[in-house]
Nanobody, 124 residues
Framework: QVQLVESGGGLVQAGGSLRLSCAASGRTLSTYGMGWFRQAPGKERKFVAGMTWSGDILDYGDSVKGRFTISTDNAKNTVYLQLNSLKPEDTAVYYC?????????????????WGQGTQVTVSS
């Protein structure tokens, strides 16, 4: 079993920055990929960024490329998502997740463990 706890969300003005954290505990995670997703009200959960624990960046969602950065601190079992140049359309609940080991990294259905989410609200 893996437990994920996100933090770092909040209210920020357009153009501002936030850093989200996802602290993982439980089973050894070194063989799994990690992902960040977001979900706005009434919309489906969408892929934001993904990477392996060994540090290989998998990809970013098209709408966040060049603005968001995913990283890990293996010693702390923590995954980060740096959000820069935020826009109102980035407003959503952000989730971190552990990939289940098969299937594309872009699909939420292929992730086995999820955190509770952290709200990011960007005002115009």
């Amino acid at each position: 079993q893996v437990q994920l706890v996100e933090s770092g969300g909040g209210l920020v003005q357009a153009g501002g920055s936030l850093r989200l954290s996802c602290a993982a505990s439980g089973r050894t995670l070194s063989t799994y990929g990690m992902g960040w997703f977001r979900q706005a009200p009434g919309k489906e959960r969408k892929f934001v960024a993904g990477m392996t624990w060994s540090g290989d960046i998998l990809d970013y969602g098209d709408s966040v490329k060049g603005r968001f950065t995913i990283s890990t601190d293996n010693a702390k079992n923590t995954v980060y998502l740096q959000l820069n140049s935020l826009k109102p359309e980035d407003t959503a609940v952000y989730y971190c997740a552990v990939h289940g080991g098969s299937g594309t990294y872009y699909a939420a259905r292929n992730y086995r463990y999820w955190g509770q989410g952290t709200q990011v609200t960007v005002s115009s």
